[in-house]
């Protein structure tokens, strides 16, 4: 025999639904939102009483009537002053901070430099600048915390990194007795892709796609049909491990990180110029200025990074490939390059983009975790805003 829902669970839902469907499709009316999920009118009207009094949806005024007249309806909108989220990306070198409200709209960021700084002094470091963050107009200040790290997260904790004073680190618990606001642990990989999905995606669409991150390593973040695809303890898309077979083979074989990723990429023009101190804006002028040396460099760095596309699209079918690279960034032009290695088994080229923020894409992920979260909706499609 079928089990009947609960009235309770069909509440839920029921909630659940016209909030997502304000947060995407606001301002709106209670008639409309009826008319889109099907539902009768005194419901709607109920659950936006209830939402209203929670603070998570405003009232902002009369819309225009309908075509044949009559009573003017009120609108609604998601509260996005709610509270406020604070998302930090743990580089090799730095720290990024953004600060969002509940809609993704940003508030302020930073870039910190911190070569220097242990992992302990890191994390003092953040909570320091957590607590100098001030957002008067936030309803509720501070409600959530997400940090984005290199290696693999499980179960909110850091199982391996390239980094291994990071192993073991409990930043959750020490950020969380700090702050007692939830605090969300995310590769930095699938934190692109987060991005990639709630802010780039289309409404209503089953999203398939891979972000492609290629920084001091290169890691993939996957979206199957809209949800992220973290795999056994967290693994899924630690493609930098892949290992290149070439000829003659390699006592040890190097994997496609040693080879492409942009610390890999600037090692070969530091030992190409006989210079350690070149860095990623030195490789674009002497590309641009058609040196020899760099334009081998990023030819072959191209090369690979379409190997790696093509092995990815291959073995995940995705709609769309997204490549976040700070070298891309900078170079766009490469994307061509790229495009002219990649092969389609149907005769249907699958897109391949640089993300339209380099920058923000991971700390964005991070605070759409955190509005998830905070809104009981992980598994809804929430459409952000930036602006």
């Known amino acids: 025999m079928e089990r009947v829902p609960s009235k309770n669970l069909v509440r839920q839902i029921n909630e659940h639904d016209v909030l997502q469907t304000i947060f995407n499709a606001g301002p709106i009316s209670r008639s409309q939102v009826a008319q889109q999920l099907g539902l009768n009118k005194v419901t709607v009207s109920d659950i936006f009483n209830d939402l209203i009094d929670q603070g998570l949806i405003i009232d902002v005024g009369e ?147 891979v972000a492609i991150s290629i920084y001091q390593g290169i890691g993939a973040g996957i979206i199957i049909n809209n949800t992220l695809y973290r795999g056994y303890r967290g693994e899924a898309g630690e493609i930098g491990n892949m290992v290149l077979y070439e000829t003659p083979p390699a006592a040890t074989p190097k994997t496609i990180e040693q080879s492409c990723s942009e610390d890999a990429v600037l090692s070969q023009l530091q030992a190409a110029k006989n210079n350690s101190f070149l860095a990623r804006q030195d490789l674009v002028t002497l590309y641009r200025d058609h040196d020899a040396d760099a334009t081998d460099i990023l030819e072959r760095f191209a090369f690979y990074v379409a190997n790696i596309v093509q092995n990815v699209i291959v073995s995940f079918a995705p709609s769309r490939v997204v490549l976040n690279s700070g070298i891309l960034a900078e170079l766009p032009e490469l994307l061509s390059e790229i495009q002219s290695h990649i092969h389609s088994l149907t005769g249907e080229s699958i897109p391949v983009t640089i993300t339209n923020d380099v920058r923000n894409a991971i700390v964005l992920g991070g605070a759409s975790l955190v509005a998830h979260h905070i809104l009981h909706l992980a598994d809804r499609q929430l459409l952000f805003r930036t602006h």
């Open 63 to 209: 819309g225009a009537s309908s075509q044949n007249g009559g009573r003017k309806p009120t609108m609604i909108k998601f509260n996005a002053r709610y509270g406020y989220i604070v998302s930090f990306d743990f580089g090799a070198s730095y720290i990024d901070q953004l600060v969002t409200y509940l809609d993704g709209s940003i508030i302020s960021y930073a870039h910190f430099s911190v070569t220097d700084m242990t992992v302990p002094d890191r994390l003092a470091f953040i909570a320091e600048r957590i607590e100098k963050v001030d957002v008067p107009f936030a309803m509720h200040q501070l409600i959530g915390i997400a940090v984005s790290v290199p290696g693999i997260v499980d179960d909110q904790q850091i199982v391996y990194s390239p980094f291994a004073e990071l192993v073991g680190t409990d930043i959750v618990g020490f950020l969380h007795t700090r702050f007692a606001v939830p605090v969300l642990l995310e590769n930095g990989a699938n934190s692109a892709a987060i991005y990639e999905r709630d802010f780039n995606g289309a409404p209503n669409a089953d999203t398939n796609l």
